[in-house]
């Protein structure tokens, strides 16, 4: 069974304007990864977050985790039509080795 | 460095047919993984392995074999091949061997089982 789950699954906006994709889980946590897969490829890793961090950027990105509400949020702000993509949340449970992907949100960034 | 190489790209098999999904790193990684991707459900772990001569199963393993005879090499048999697994599989590797960095994916093999 997936461990995480993207809200929404599917988001089409403005360039310029932010992204907001959320992702809960289930069990406890070693990390949460987001990762960018474009249409037709392979993924890409954007971000990684360990279980003792609350918050983390990289360039035009912006990841939170709330470890009690088994909940993170991946930003996008200033999108470009270059962010369309699928973004997937991934957990690394306590007991490591098993990295389990969400379904992913689809987001459309129109020009 | 080419990162992660996955063959074939594309392949078509019947029902009951054998293959081999080939992946190669050359990053050093000790632990890689296969996972097959279907529409709609993000990608599913089959199996992984956290180095030469050791792997373990993820949570879809049942009607796939693997093995790790080398750092670099981590193929995915599919003994009898059926519908159920026309999917496309990607193989990741991370330079941990638990597995808690981040994965480097290949580009994917898409299989169809007619």
């Not at chain 1, 461990?3 to 992702?23: F, K, R, V, W």
């Not at chain 1, 985790?65 to 369309?84: P, W």
Request: charge should be positive; charged fraction near 15%; glycine fraction near 10%.
């Amino acid at each position: 069974s997936q461990q995480g789950e993207e809200d929404p699954q599917a988001l089409s906006i403005q360039e310029g304007e932010n992204a907001t994709m959320n992702c809960s889980y289930k069990t406890s946590i070693n990390n949460l990864q987001w990762y960018r897969q474009n249409s037709g490829r392979g993924l890409v890793h954007l971000i990684l977050i360990r279980s003792n961090e609350r918050e983390k950027h990289s360039g035009r990105l912006r990841v939170t985790l709330d470890t009690s509400k088994k909940s993170s949020s991946l930003l996008i702000t200033a999108s470009r039509a270059a962010d369309t993509a699928s973004y997937f949340c991934a957990t690394l449970g306590t007991g490591g080795f098993k990295t389990i992907f969400g379904a992913g949100t689809r987001l459309f960034v129109k020009a | 460095n080419a990162g992660v190489t996955q063959t074939p790209k594309f392949q078509v098999l019947k029902t009951g047919q054998s293959m081999t999904l080939q992946c190669a790193q050359d990053m050093n990684h000790e632990y890689m993984s296969w996972y097959r991707q279907d529409p709609g459900m993000g990608l599913r772990l089959i199996h992984y392995s956290v180095g030469a001569g050791i792997t373990d199963q993820g949570e879809v393993p049942n009607g796939y074999n693997v093995s790790r005879s080398t750092t670099e090499d981590f193929p995915l048999r599919l003994l009898s091949a059926a519908p159920s697994q026309t999917s496309v599989y990607f193989c990741a590797s991370s330079y941990s061997s638990s597995g808690t960095g981040e994965l480097f994916f290949g580009e994917g093999s898409r299989l169809t089982v007619l």
